[in-house]
């Protein structure tokens, strides 16, 4: 491992922070306000900052974007407002394996989920009730530290969740109504990561739950791109050259 800086971004649309006081009151420095605080108290060597959708270049400009090992989002009621060129600029940072991704609850309608995993994100939802987060995969980078499932009082998320088929499915969620979820998933997309994460509806508590902040440490480590050992071309290169007459010298 590279002793370099992580640099991460917690992009939030930071609305219903200034619009709806239940929501201020849970969270009055935003979600992502909450997010980096508690980032920073795991490892003091993040480079942590926040941007939202109100802020100049939606938060994003390209200095920024640019500089960014990994982009945690959070949008729900204002997804139709993220530029679309910035939209295509995440993309290709993600699948040139310059930056991971990670997309937090309702982001599973955000056009950065589903331009990047390719997917229209429908799910069904209901009232705010109890859930059971299980822990499908305790090997998992993501999951370290995670008993085998944990208690939450969310929003309800349920299938049929119209993605992909994970890479791999990390977490499954159980609500007291009966409904299942995949709550924990990730994939692979071009040189790049992407984690989904299902908790964290306005109006619940859930980013103070010490195992979704442990899990969310966790996913930003993993989602870090990798020290690619090649270079990486936005293209489709034609070869002019047989790599096979390095056998012949
Ligand atoms: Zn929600």
Redesign the pocket.
Known sequence: MSEKKLNVVVWNEYRHERLEEACRNIYPDGIHGLIKSFLEADDASLNVRLAALDDPDQGLPDEVLSETDVLLWWG?MAHHEVDDGLVERIRQRVYMGKMGLIVL??GHHSKVFKQVVGTNGNLS?GRDQNEIMWNLLPAHPIAAGIPDHFNLFE?LYCEPFYVPQPDELVFGGWFEDGFIFRAGLCYYRGAGKVFYFQP????CRSYYNPYIQRIICNAVKWAAPNDIGYPIENGCPCIQYKLSDKFEQ
Request: glycine share 12%; net charge negative.
């Open positions: 729900h609850h309702s939802w929003e964290g509806h306005e109006f």
